[in-house]
């Protein structure tokens, strides 16, 4: 089937507002997780759902941001009074179970530019 | 803390034996992955240790030694295509559940030919 989808793929906004980025599951995975790319560096952890749950929000570097699963399929990543900061790539993913291996697929990205 | 080490960059010959050190320091541990990831690409999965010892799939074989907190991940006949960077990835455990995963920051291999 399809992989993880992610949109928009490329977002530029101004510093100061507000954006909303897409991630769509592999279907039937219950875990979906949020990470963050900057350049030259891993990924780094924001947030995991599991179900409609945010089950770790230990990575998200702010009140700013903030994630939401209401169906415990597609989650949306909220970022509010963007800064110059923000700027990265956003990776979502999913695994079909925690254990065992349950490697998670990763989606394409978004990249977002804070101006 | 958490901290995840490996070489930033290496370069390897196209046909011969690459391998990548990856050393991690984790207040938990779950499983060790190893990602590749070509510019401007998702990660892709490449390989899963848990148990100390050898792991071979193909042209890639990934080791664990969980008493070292070491693991390296070997690329045998180098192929162009195999320019990329390499994430080695420690999922964490939190309250029990098995979860996130914590990066090294990557080992961008360049093969020449």
């Known amino acids: 089937g399809a992989g993880v989808s992610q949109t928009p793929s490329n977002k530029v906004t101004e510093k100061g507002k507000y954006v909303e980025l897409r991630c769509d599951p592999i279907s039937g995975h219950t875990a979906l997780y949020w990470y963050r790319q900057s350049l030259g560096q891993g990924p780094e952890f924001l947030i995991y759902f599991q179900g409609t749950g945010a089950a770790d929000d230990s990575g998200l570097p702010n009140d700013r941001f903030f994630a939401v699963r209401p169906e415990g399929s597609v989650s949306t990543l909220k970022i509010q009074r963007t800064e110059r900061g923000d700027s990265a790539v956003y990776l979502c993913a999913s695994s079909l179970t925690r254990q065992g291996a349950g490697e998670q697929f990763f989606g394409p990205g978004t990249r977002l530019t804070v101006l | 803390g958490q901290n995840i080490d490996q070489p930033t960059e290496m370069t390897a010959t196209e046909g011969a034996i690459v391998q990548i050190n990856c050393t991690y320091q984790t207040s938990g541990f779950n499983g060790l992955f190893w990602y590749q990831q070509h510019a401007g690409e998702a990660p892709t999965f490449l390989s899963y240790?848990?148990?100390?010892g050898l792991e071979e799939k193909g042209r890639f074989s990934s080791f664990l030694s969980r008493s070292k907190g070491y693991s390296y991940l070997l690329l045998k006949e180098l192929q162009m295509k195999d320019s990329a960077s390499y994430l080695c990835a420690v999922r964490d455990r939190y309250g029990g559940a098995t979860n996130k995963l914590i990066f090294g920051t990557g080992t961008l291999l360049a093969v020449q030919p």
């Open positions: 240790n848990v148990l100390d």
